[in-house]
């Protein structure tokens, strides 16, 4: 693992790995759970310390990056669900099983999706609901996405805020996104997905965490940014590959 770390530091591409603390959406704006209530923050089991965001898909079931889950043993998550505070409130949910996509490659980032299941069923509430997968999303453009997030507010900054932020932004065509980030051209694949440059960037923890519609609807799951660098695009995987795998594990 120290080889990978030290190999993403030298590609400017920055992942859920070696990260201690968690990470917060760069300028994003505050964010109450009620405008995001399918989102899970995921933390170690045994310190409760924030590492990755999720995506509730179902009562049992959280969508997230395999990046975050890779190496962890299945009891070794905890979902935290209904609070906008990444250190009280909210109902905790302990795992049971990590479901990593079998093809995931934590090289390249390749197939950076996978399914934490919960030992107990999660309580829908006004503030703790699910997300949609958004179907057959095939576009090069959609205007209106928001991804949210725990994650740092500044790379220079070692205090985590410790509420939940957000920022709305807009999808590009992966041909624009490998000429605007030309070092990583070659990781950006047809299975993910960009976000335009806007100088606000996703930081360390927020991979996992899902870029949705304004119908809350998942489009991509934070995979990696340039060391929370606002003036490249963001990476997600994209949702629409994954769709069936995702289902035949779900329902």
């Known amino acids: 693992m120290v080889k990978w770390v030290l190999l993403a530091l030298l590609a400017g591409v920055t992942t859920a790995y070696g990260t201690k603390i968690g990470s917060r959406i760069i300028d994003g704006a505050f964010t109450p759970i009620s405008a995001a ?62 479901i990593g996509h079998p093809f995931f490659d934590h090289a390249t980032l390749e197939n ?79 299975n993910k997905l960009c976000t335009e440059v806007d100088l606000r960037s996703n930081c360390y923890g927020d991979e996992g965490g899902a870029l949705v519609t304004n119908k809350l609807e998942i489009i991509g799951i934070a995979s990696w940014h340039s060391n929370c660098n606002g003036s490249l695009p963001d990476v997600y995987e994209r949702l629409e590959p994954y769709r069936l795998w995702i289902l035949s594990h779900v329902q």
């Not at 310390?49 to 990046?67: D, E, M, P, Y």
């Not at 309580?123 to 576009?139: D, H, I, K, S, W």
């Not at 991804?147 to 065509?173: E, V």
């Open 37 to 98: 209530p399918f989102m899970a923050s995921l933390r170690s089991f045994s310190t409760n310390v924030h590492f990755c965001g999720g995506a509730i898909i179902s009562t049992r079931f959280i969508l997230t990056a395999a990046q975050c889950t890779n190496g962890r043993a299945n009891n070794d998550i905890s979902v935290v669900v209904g609070s906008p505070l990444r250190n009280s409130g909210g109902s905790a949910h302990r795992s049971i099983n990590i």
């Open 112 to 190: 950076d999706i996978a399914l934490v299941q919960t030992a107990t069923v999660i309580l829908l509430t006004e503030n703790v609901q699910t997300a949609g997968l958004y179907p057959n999303f095939t576009t090069d453009y959609l205007n209106d996405t928001k991804i949210f997030g725990w994650g740092l507010m500044s790379r220079q900054n070692p205090f985590d805020p410790i509420d939940l932020h957000s920022k709305t932004t807009k999808t590009i065509p992966n041909r624009e996104c490998r000429l605007l980030n030309a070092g990583n051209a070659w990781r950006i694949t047809e």
